[in-house]
């Protein structure tokens, strides 16, 4: 794949799918504000084109991500925290008042530590080369995990699992995350973007209207409970079945051939 060795971010197309690489490989990727801000922006690009139904995250080299720049990162806490999202951004770790309305697949090598691992956190799909190494090391550098560790990774492996890895620091191998539940496909190394793609494309080919409905109550029914995302699924289910996509469905149950989805 082509990349702009100016921009710590890439952005690519393929089809229906939006490929945003970490591009810092000779940093093992990690993350100064630059790379912050250009994320930021790729997922407001990425929830805001209509034409994009999903994300594809990787990196570029052999790394995934050696977590945040702290040289770079460190002096620009403000008493407010740290701002990583520009205007026309969005979260891409879903902790402020918008999150991507659309799904996110991530695929990750190498060595993915503290940020890595809360950006599979927000994301929906994970695959990892079987080699990858994990851990969430901000306790050895004197602070907290603040991309949403301490809120997700309870919800995802269970509390004794994230307790162990956020409090002692302990680096994990693949198969263990697997085990946890913290990615859901361990591949071969080098084989792991080709396989985030399948993944993205087939989500791409669903009913993209169908696809974010049904992402956006699993996200209700976890932020706030059962009962809130049951009272919307009577509703959404009379909303999509007046669209166009639902008559593309039906004609394509009735017919046995391909849907086409348009998205409306």
């Not at 912050?36 to 997922?43: F, G, I, P």
């Not at 198969?175 to 792991?192: I, K, W």
Request: aromatic share 4%; net charge negative; with cysteine.
């Amino acid at each position: 794949m082509t990349k702009d060795s100016e921009s710590r971010i890439t952005i690519e197309r393929d089809g229906h799918v939006m490929l945003i690489g970490f591009n810092r490989p000779e940093k093992r990727n990690a993350a100064d504000i630059r790379l912050l801000h250009e994320l930021a922006l790729a997922y407001g690009e990425l929830d805001r084109d209509p034409d994009i139904r999903v994300g594809l995250v990787f990196a570029h080299g052999d790394h995934f991500t050696g977590g945040l720049d702290l040289a770079d990162v460190a002096p620009r806490i403000g008493p407010d925290g740290l701002d990583i999202v520009p205007e026309g951004g969005i979260d891409p770790w879903g902790l402020g008042p918008d999150r991507v309305s659309k799904p996110v697949v991530i695929a990750v090598q190498g060595v993915c530590l503290t940020l890595g691992i809360e950006l599979i956190l927000a994301s929906d799909i994970a695959v990892a080369a079987e080699s990858t190494t994990f851990a969430q090391i901000e306790v050895a550098r004197g602070i907290l995990p603040f991309g949403g560790a301490t809120i997700r990774l309870p919800q995802a492996v269970g509390w004794g699992n994230a307790m162990k890895w956020i409090l002692t620091g302990d680096s994990f191998d693949a198969q263990e995350a697997h085990r946890a539940g913290l990615v859901h496909e361990v591949v071969a190394d080098g084989t792991q973007l080709g396989r985030g793609l399948e993944l993205a494309r087939r989500v791409a080919a669903q009913a993209p209207l169908a696809v974010q409905a049904s992402l956006a109550n699993a996200r209700l029914a976890v932020t706030q409970g059962p009962d809130a995302a049951a009272a919307r699924l009577q509703p959404e289910l009379v909303r999509l079945a007046a669209s166009e996509d639902a008559r593309i469905g039906m004609e394509s149950f009735l017919s046995r051939t391909p849907a086409n989805f348009v998205g409306r």
